[in-house]
């Protein structure tokens, strides 16, 4: 079946400091990869959508400064929280879409707390 | 803005009972997906529609082919595991982004 893992499940930083997340699809070809940032308040935000082979999309709000992303090949993006401070808390979701049905599979998050 | 509206935002109903979420989209949807979420975080994929409706046990999700602006989950006979946050995220036609909704925090009660 289709899988994603993303890790770390969670991350602790200080101020100011930065948080590598990894967000791999096991069983299918993902065709692209979204990022997403769930508040506290349970509100997504769509971060960035990131195609293999094509420019990288950020939503109003988030740059790639702040926020830069990789993803090398079908299986694997990797997004990078620059300088986190306390409004950059939540739960960080890596959300694959398989190539041949258009379906998102979402892993179980990466949650930053910023002290 | 938000193109995405999910209600109602809370729920609590009788195991046994049935009841249906609904969301309303601001614009022409491509697809819709919905999503539990459970207390670990992990977002479990119920249904992806791109039209038409499909159901899978006690839980049942309609697109609107038409004019493709909402869409809803019902859930039958409902039961203590059902007990979680639900949400819908529609594609905007194009673009590949999925936009959430907010979020129904259903409580299914003895």
């Known amino acids: 079946g289709a899988l994603v893992y993303q890790y770390p499940r969670r991350t602790i930083c200080k101020s100011g400091t930065s948080m590598r997340m990894e967000c791999q699809a096991v069983g299918f070809q993902a065709t692209s990869v979204a990022w997403y940032r769930q508040s506290p308040q349970k509100t997504f935000e769509l971060i960035a959508l990131s195609t293999v082979n094509s420019a990288i999309k950020y939503e109003q709000n988030f740059t790639q400064e702040k926020f830069p992303i990789s993803h090398p090949n079908l299986s694997f993006s990797s997004m990078t929280v620059l300088n986190a401070y306390l409004e950059d808390r939540g739960l960080y979701l890596c959300?694959?879409?398989?190539?041949?049905?258009?379906?998102?599979?979402f892993g179980e998050g990466s949650k930053l707390t910023v002290l | 803005g938000d193109q995405v509206e999910q209600s109602p935002s809370a729920l609590s109903l009788h195991e046994g009972t049935d009841s249906a979420l609904r969301c309303n989209f601001t614009?022409?949807?491509?697809?819709v997906q919905w999503f539990r979420q459970n207390s670990r975080g992990s977002l479990i994929s119920l249904f992806y529609?791109?039209?038409?409706t499909k159901e899978n046990g006690r839980l049942k999700s309609a697109f609107d082919s038409k004019e493709r602006r909402y869409s809803t989950l019902h859930i039958r006979d409902a039961q203590l595991e059902d007990s979680g946050t639900y949400f819908c995220?529609?594609?905007?036609?194009?673009?590949?982004?999925?936009?959430f909704g907010k979020g129904t925090s259903l409580t299914v009660i003895p």
């Open positions: 995220a529609a594609e905007e036609p194009g673009y590949q982004n999925f936009y």
């Open positions: 614009t022409t949807m491509r697809s």
């Open positions: 529609l791109a039209s038409g």
């Open positions: 959300g694959a879409r398989q190539q041949n049905t258009g379906q998102l599979y």
